[in-house]
T-cell receptor, first 114, second 118 residues
Framework: QKEVEQDPGPLSVPEGAIVSLNCTYS??????FMWYRQYSRKGPELLMY????GNKEDGRFTAQVDKSSKYISLFIRDSQPSDSATYLC??????????????FGTGTLLAVQP | GAGVSQTPSNKVTEKGKYVELRCDPI?????LYWYRQSLGQGPEFLIY????????DSGLPNDRFFAVRPEGSVSTLKIQRTERGDSAVYLC?????????FGTGELFFGEGSRLTVL
């Protein structure tokens, strides 16, 4: 069993839809949770960062962490064609720059249709 | 440059050949990482440098893989006796030692070197 599980999709939605992306994990030591976005043939870029359980909102994006269920989510409101990309969840058991490695999910490929 | 630079962007080689992949991190970033991303998979950790030394090389799959960062800036990932299973995108990332971005642990990735072993 992988440490981090993520549905690879692909997920296709119409423009303006609410998108829900999810990951589950098995390592209870994970405390730092991230979502990276990766456009085709580009490197991943950080989208959201959360610590421990709770919600964090940034514009159209909301990240949720439920440590009791070992489940994290990313919601995208009013999705746009420019949101079409692969969304990778990533986790670590160490704070910030002390992190020596992130554990990534497989990524979910999202296509937002105009 | 402003971002992490990786060369070559594409490399096609034959089984058994030696390959070097280069990474030039963001100026001033002390931490440097190599990840490997196979088709349809997320990035998989290979090695982490803090300065010139490899602080964690636990992700290197076997002794055919080696990486160096002799002056604490540019890094080279070296793969000996390449195998078809080594085909993947090799991503380099860097991060700073202080500041807000240190606190989030944000990694700044390059566009990767796409390696194809025939």
């Amino acid at each position: 069993q992988k440490e981090v599980e993520q549905d690879p999709g692909p997920l296709s939605v119409p423009e303006g839809a609410i998108v829900s992306l999810n990951c589950t994990y098995s390592n209870s030591a994970f405390q730092y949770f991230m979502w990276y976005r990766q456009y085709s043939r580009k490197g991943p870029e950080l989208l959201m960062y959360t610590y421990s359980s709770g919600n964090k909102e940034d514009g159209r994006f909301t990240a949720q962490v439920d440590k009791s269920s070992k489940y994290i989510s990313l919601f995208i409101r009013d999705s746009q064609p420019s949101d079409s990309a692969t969304y990778l969840c990533a986790m670590s058991d160490k704070y910030g720059g002390a992190t020596n490695k992130l554990i990534f999910g497989t990524g979910t490929l999202l296509a937002v249709q105009p | 440059g402003a971002g992490v630079s990786q060369t070559p962007s594409n490399k096609v080689t034959e089984k058994g050949k030696y390959v070097e992949l280069r990474c030039d991190p963001i100026s001033g970033h002390t931490a440097l990482y190599w990840y490997r991303q196979s088709l349809g998979q997320g990035p998989e950790f290979l090695i982490y440098f803090q300065g010139t030394g490899a602080a964690d090389d636990s992700g290197l799959p076997n002794d055919r893989f080696f990486a160096v960062r002799p002056e604490g800036s540019v890094s080279t990932l070296k793969i000996q006796r390449t195998e078809r299973g080594d085909s993947a995108v090799y991503l380099c990332a860097s991060s700073p030692a202080r500041g807000r971005q240190f606190g989030t642990g944000e990694l700044f990735f390059g566009e990767g070197s796409r390696l194809t072993v025939l």
